[in-house]
């Protein structure tokens, strides 16, 4: 086989690794945890501070309300039970009960509020739950996805680097050294095919006695416009 035919066979595995490598790095970046997930465990944490905080409230109102119904009842039970018979000291009790039913009620208030906003903060936390299990389950799909990508370019990358190595050995060292130094100046494509007496990659006509010298000789011919080396039948 003629050296140009194995450089062009290598340049076309050079630009399959190039291509699984690429693809590769790209598997690599996206297997970074994505920002909506980091975002949604964040949420979550935040209705769960939201939430222990309410249901802490709550729990502090009840007592005051407790201790302020326990307090009322037992002024209560004195007003009524007939002991208190001296005027001034029956007024004084009657006004510790008319002051502690407004105190009862409004820790009854607070409470109240109290409770309104727990149920919003567990409807927040329900929700920021809800959409982290989705998010999850998102990722780990994408990710498992993902993965198999990564293990089957592994394999088609070992694949090609083999086929390159037995190309690299194949083709003539002066050549490849021509080659080595050319593909990265042209966007990792060193060799163009004639194409209907054309250059495949920047479509110029090649003149007639390049395209002579392409079919019939061993020596390297360039494309006079771009400066790839051409090849052809």
Not at 41 to 70: F, G, K, S, Y
Not at 92 to 115: F, I, K, P
Not at 165 to 171: D, F, G, I, P, T
Request: glycine share 4%; aromatic share 4%; net charge negative.
């Amino acid at each position: 086989m003629r050296p140009i035919y194995l450089l062009a066979q290598l340049n076309e595995v050079d630009l399959a690794i190039d291509a699984l490598r690429a693809r590769t790095g790209e598997i690599a970046a996206a297997l970074q945890e994505p920002t909506a997930l980091r975002a949604a465990r964040d949420r979550l944490a935040a209705a769960a501070a939201e939430l222990a905080h309410w249901r802490a409230v709550q729990a502090e109102r009840e007592q005051i309300q407790r201790q302020i119904a326990a307090r009322l009842m037992q002024t209560e039970k004195r007003l009524y039970s007939g002991a208190v018979r001296n005027p001034k000291e029956l007024e004084d009790v009657e006004r510790d009960v008319a002051q502690q039913r407004r105190q009862h009620s409004q820790a009854e208030d607070t409470l109240l509020d109290a409770l309104i906003a727990l149920e919003a903060a567990t409807e927040a936390h329900t929700a920021a739950q809800a959409e982290l299990i989705e998010r999850t389950r998102e990722w780990t799909a994408a990710e498992a996805a993902l993965r198999a990508e990564q293990a089957q370019l592994a394999e088609r990358l070992a694949a090609e680097r083999a086929r390159q190595a037995a190309l690299r050995q194949a083709v003539p060292a002066d050549l490849l050294r021509v080659y080595d130094a050319l593909r990265p100046r042209r966007g990792g494509r060193a060799v163009a095919r004639l194409d209907d007496d054309t250059c495949s990659e920047c479509r110029v006509a090649v003149s007639p006695g390049r395209i002579a010298a392409i079919r019939e000789g061993d020596d390297l011919v360039y494309c006079e416009n771009c400066g790839r080396i051409l090849w052809g039948e």
